[in-house]
């Protein structure tokens, strides 16, 4: 059963990452992976993801921005994540995340350098504008 792998391999988090990643790639269980990512903190395990060669790097972009980060309430998380995204160069999507955030989480939308990312990046995703 994936689910009871999956619960075996969080018991320990850092140690089992990659088994699974590959554990929920291979069972399509994105938003189990996409939570796991986002609780993890870990910019490693964030570029192991969203590295250009993962077949289900956009399976898994969709879970976080649409479902993982809105419902955060921690700014690690969020601050990690955007991180991610902007090192994986994945501008579009990071537009969609901080709008997401920015605008429609009340949680966030006080914070400034938020709101300063997201007008940076439509401005960088944008350039005949």
Request: aromatic letters at 6%; a negative charge; hydrophobic letters at 35%.
């Amino acid at each position: 059963d994936p689910h009871l792998s999956v619960i075996a391999y969080t018991r320990n988090p850092g140690q089992c990452d990659e088994e699974l990643i590959d554990c929920t790639n291979r069972h399509s269980l994105f938003r189990i992976q996409a939570q796991y990512l986002v609780s993890r903190q870990s910019k490693e395990l964030w570029k192991l993801v969203l590295a250009s060669s993962n077949e289900h790097r956009k399976e898994i972009v969709d879970q976080v921005i649409t479902t993982e980060l809105p419902e955060s309430k921690n700014p690690e998380e969020v601050i990690i994540a955007v991180q991610s995204f902007m090192e994986a160069e994945l501008t579009t999507e990071l537009m969609t995340l901080l709008e997401k955030i920015v605008l429609h989480n009340s949680d966030f939308a006080k914070y400034r350098k938020l709101q300063n990312l997201l007008i940076i990046t439509a401005i960088k995703s944008d350039r005949n504008r």
